[in-house]
């Protein structure tokens, strides 16, 4: 299986560039999911820190069909009062059936008590399928 790593995009909470290092102070979690077309498998694992602070964190998704599409990951958090953010997609253009991986760490001042994926199928910039993980906390 071939992996590949990519950049980071910056989005409103800052998603830092960083190489993961793993430490025992909290246990990790992770979780994923394969969207309803078949086109695209994505998983998330991570350790919180504290509850501002997932690091490190590691957002993974496979092209698992050749059918044109491209599949892109997104972390999502929910804080204390229960609202979400969506962290911005990271796409994998690489191809049937190649993994990509993005390396880092979440920070959010407004608290994350529960973390997941979703992972989304795209035909150029329109999104065709969709799954969310099992909510981790």
């Not at 299986?1 to 990519?6: A, H, L, P, S």
């Not at 960083?18 to 102070?25: D, R």
């Not at 999502?76 to 962290?87: A, D, F, L, Q």
């Not at 994926?117 to 981790?136: E, H, I, K, P």
């Amino acid at each position: 299986m071939k992996r590949r790593t990519g950049m980071l995009a910056t989005g409103a909470a800052a998603f830092l560039l960083a190489v993961a290092v793993a430490t025992p102070a909290e246990a990790a979690e992770s979780s994923g999911c394969l969207t309803s077309d078949d086109g695209a498998r994505g998983y998330w694992e991570g350790t919180p820190q504290d509850p501002t602070l997932v690091d490190p964190l590691h957002l993974a998704v496979l092209d698992t069909k050749r059918d044109g599409r491209h599949p892109a990951i997104r972390f999502v958090t929910k804080n204390y009062i229960g609202s979400t953010t969506y962290w911005p997609w990271h796409h994998n253009y690489d191809g049937h059936p190649n993994w990509k991986d993005w390396y880092g760490r979440a920070q959010s001042n407004d608290g994350m008590v529960r973390w997941t994926v979703q992972v989304a199928n795209f035909d150029g910039s329109t999104r065709r399928s969709l799954c969310t993980a099992a909510w981790q906390s």
